[in-house]
């Protein structure tokens, strides 16, 4: 039998310099240096900001995994790197190092999609992905509902958030309510002692009219508004705002429209199986509401544990892995990083 | 030795493999193979292929090679960067060391008299330094080329001299210079020659990032060093 192809991954498309390595299935290192606390008073990633902290971090943070995992870089099979989407400037530095890397070692490089990386992400903790599945992908840059066919080259984009991702409003919604930067594990912590019927705010893209072009789209601006107005009236009148109540009612509605549309998706697609990924993927009401009704819809859900929804180089290196065993070929030296990377380019193989 | 020299500070994305003998105070350089594209927004397609290139060219491998040197700008960010993040990463994945070099003294290194050394910094700025028979006097500067302050120079030059002449108030050389990759090379030669301990290369940014703090953007609490 062949042994299990050992690849390290490199991701900096956001604001983690992270670098994983696996063997098969098996999570060996996943180190992430985070610039996200230089963000913070800036309310948001700021790009040059992150891609100064990439160029710091990273022999470091490869170097870490090594150790961590007991290898050399001569030990590999593979190196991946997420080519897009993401911040240009950020891509650059993990393509430019992964490049590097890999003509110095000679070990085969592979750019991959961020997006599939976040699914594939899951084969290290509940093993290989039934295919076909459908993978709800929420964080602070995108909401995409996709339909994996096969993870190592056929992966299809069925919906996506027109406007604001789910884990932008839940920075901007934090910040209304004064919760800290990122704002998702404040938010939900804070609605854990809240009400979630306390108000309705709007779903977005919900109304029977939207069926037909957004069946499986999403839009966040607009419940951010509605908060803020919300807020604002609240305010206006003299009134406390009771910050655990607001939290709870708009974490309800992000991860009611995003369970509805994904269970929807699954039934109409004939799919069995849902994954979540990314950052928002953490949040507990997501879980547990995808959970309830999943089983109420007879699917199966899978996810990570948080910390593997969240970006990091160990859910490259799982996608890498997993195309090393597929036997696709590796890109091509000359391929550039690509921050509107289109969803259905999993890899960017020879043929680039 | 053999030195994989690389700089992408200016619009040039360049590689060059140099030969180098002692000793350090009057060292011998050789350039076997050299690779340079002028294409601003190509640094990360093209480095790596040119890197390979000149290996192939020099009828080497990686294992041939026994150390980087790498222009640290300062230089347009992006791509400046690429070209660190490249130097950096194959020492580490050749084992070799890395050193850092400005990179306008790629330029200005190679002037004679007294010698206004400018990069193109966008935003209608340049990089400049200032220097007497080739060596720089001072730290690098950014600014606008209208607002230079008086410099005593007899000439200018580089890509924002040249992009910038009417507007400098000194006399521009016409053709774009760029950083000079042996000229690097000869710079960093006492730390190649004398085995000097490997270099975190940090650029020169000269700049901020442009952000402003966030309107009753709050930040997180605090946490302990060791990091969550
Ligand atoms: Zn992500």
Known sequence: MKTEPVVMGIETSCDETGVGIVRGHELLADAVASSVDEHARFGGVVPEVASRAHLEAMVPTVQRALDDAGLALGDLDGIAVTAGPGLAGALMVGVGAAKAYSIATGVPLYGVNHLSAHIAVDTLENGPIPEPAIGLLVSGGHSTIMMVEDLAGKVTQLGASIDDAAGEAFDKVARLLGLPFPGGPYIDRAAKDGDRAFVEFPRGLSAPKDQERHRYDFSFSGLKTAVARWIEARRADGEDVPVNDVAAAFQEAVCDVLTRKAILAAKEHGVETILLGGGVAANSRLRGLAAERAEAAGLTLRYPRPKLCTDNGAMVAALGSHLVAAGVAPSRIDFPANSSMDVEVVSLANTL | ?228
């Open chain 2, 1 to 228: 030795m053999r030195v994989l020299a690389l700089d992408t500070s200016t619009s040039a994305v360049q590689a060059a493999l140099v030969d180098l003998d002692g000793p350090a105070f009057e060292p011998e350089l050789f350039l076997t193979a050299f690779r340079r594209e002028v294409d601003g927004r190509g640094h990360v397609e093209k480095l790596g292929p040119f890197i390979e290139a000149c290996l192939a060219d020099a009828g080497r491998t990686v294992k041939d090679v026994d150390a980087v040197v790498a222009g640290v700008g300062p230089g347009p960010f992006t791509g400046l960067r690429v070209g660190m993040v490249t130097a950096a990463a194959f020492a580490d994945g050749a084992g070799i060391p890395v050193y850092g070099v400005c990179s306008l003294d790629g330029i200005g290194g190679n002037t004679r008299g007294r010698a206004l050394a400018a990069t193109d910094a966008r935003r209608k700025e340049i990089y400049w330094a200032v220097y007497e028979d080739g060596v720089r006097e001072g730290e690098p500067q950014v600014g606008k080329p209208a607002d230079l302050p008086e410099t005593r120079a007899d000439y200018a030059v580089g890509e924002g001299a040249a992009k910038y002449a009417a507007e400098l108030p000194v006399p521009a050389e016409a053709g774009a210079v760029y950083p000079d990759l042996v000229k690097l090379v000869e710079l960093a030669a006492p730390r190649l020659l004398s085995g000097a301990p490997s270099e975190q290369l940090t650029p020169l940014y000269l700049r901020r990032p442009d952000a402003q703090p966030a309107k009753g953007a709050v930040a997180p609490p605090a946490r302990p060093a060791s990091g969550a």
